[in-house]
């Protein structure tokens, strides 16, 4: 039976021995297991040329050892079990360096939170055999468009249903210039955070977003407060502005249960401006802070 090369038997050894040592917390989600995204390329190769055929990277498998199995292979054989039942994973590329072939996730089948840094979406496959069982999704650095990732999944291009289980999406540090369409797949969301992105505008794409809690769309270019539907307006308890380009604060009154405001550093000017704060029965905390208002307060 074939060997892998020495360096790729290196990799496999040391990163069995860890996940043999520290393991449980991995399995149990109370860890994540983080990998540069071409340690998962070497291993992915390894997986598909040692393991299974390319026909095999759907559905959970049960690898059986066998007495002819090689210590390498039977490190692989774990290494693949292992990643197949992780249940939060964050893949990681460095800066300054070139991201040139496809980053396949197929192995792991439990995941539950998928973290990527500098992976660019064409580049990801295999997030459409996950993205239904995903409770939170984060992507930094990695993205022009929402729908890359939510719509297309990423290099699989195949169209997304509904994300069954998603309540956490955290899509900052990208760049992101409009909202679309793909936020409506998101029926069960509740904490929404596109912070330091160059959006202009949210449009309607925010309606469908029914049980909306947290929205972060700060650092970014909004000249105007977003617009939620009837039931996230009734449900929203956090919302952050800060350092956009907001010159009104209208329709704010209409989110009954917001408890958290943050309107730092926009382009507030007049008092008057400040108007549907009084109509926030609820509020707990307000930050005005870095605004043109002549003083930081309603009377």
């Given at each position: 039976m074939a060997v892998a090369p020495p360096g790729q038997s290196s990799l496999?050894?040391?990163?069995a021995t860890l996940l043999r040592n520290n393991g449980d917390v991995v399995l149990d989600g109370s860890s994540t297991l983080t990998l540069p995204a071409c340690t998962l390329q070497q291993l992915t190769r390894l997986f598909e040329q040692y393991l299974l055929?390319?026909?095999?990277?759907?559905?959970?498998l049960a690898l059986p050892s066998h007495p002819a199995d090689t210590s390498s292979l039977l490190q692989l054989q774990f290494l693949f079990d292992v990643l197949q039942k992780t249940l939060s994973l964050k893949l990681i590329h460095p800066p300054g360096v070139r991201l040139e072939s496809v980053v396949k996730i197929f192995p792991f089948k439990s995941l539950k939170c998928l973290e990527l840094k500098r992976i660019p979406a064409h580049l990801?496959?295999?997030?459409?055999?996950v993205y239904?069982?995903?409770?939170?999704?984060?992507?930094?650095?990695?993205?022009?468009?929402?729908?890359?990732?939510?719509?297309?999944?990423?290099?699989?291009?195949?169209?997304?249903?509904t994300w069954l289980e998603l309540h956490t999406l955290n899509?900052?540090?990208?760049?992101?210039?409009?909202?679309?369409?793909?936020?409506?797949?998101?029926?069960?969301?509740k904490s929404l955070d596109l912070s330091h992105n160059k959006i202009q505008e949210c449009g309607e794409f925010l309606k469908p977003l029914s049980e909306l809690e947290h929205l972060n769309l700060g650092y970014n270019c909004l000249q105007r407060a977003p617009t939620l539907g009837p039931s996230a307006r009734a449900k929203l308890h956090t919302l952050i502005?800060?350092?956009?380009?907001?010159?009104?604060?209208?329709?704010?009154?209409?989110?009954?249960?917001?408890?958290?405001?943050?309107?730092?550093y926009n382009l507030l000017l007049e008092h008057a401006q400040l108007a549907p704060l009084s109509l926030l029965h609820g509020l707990t905390s307000l930050?005005?802070?870095?605004?043109?208002?002549?003083?930081?307060?309603?009377?």
């Open positions: 496999v050894h040391s990163l055929s390319r026909s095999q990277q759907h559905g959970f990801l496959e295999g997030l459409r055999g239904s069982q995903l409770e939170v999704f984060i992507c930094s650095k990695s993205l022009h468009s929402l729908e890359e990732l939510l719509s297309l999944c990423g290099g699989d291009l195949s169209s997304a249903l899509f900052s540090y990208n760049s992101i210039i409009c909202l679309d369409q793909s936020l409506s797949l998101l029926n069960i969301l502005l800060r350092n956009n380009e907001l010159e009104t604060i209208n329709g704010v009154e209409q989110l009954s249960s917001l408890q958290h405001l943050d309107l730092a930050n005005l802070e870095g605004n043109p208002l002549r003083f930081y307060t309603l009377f």
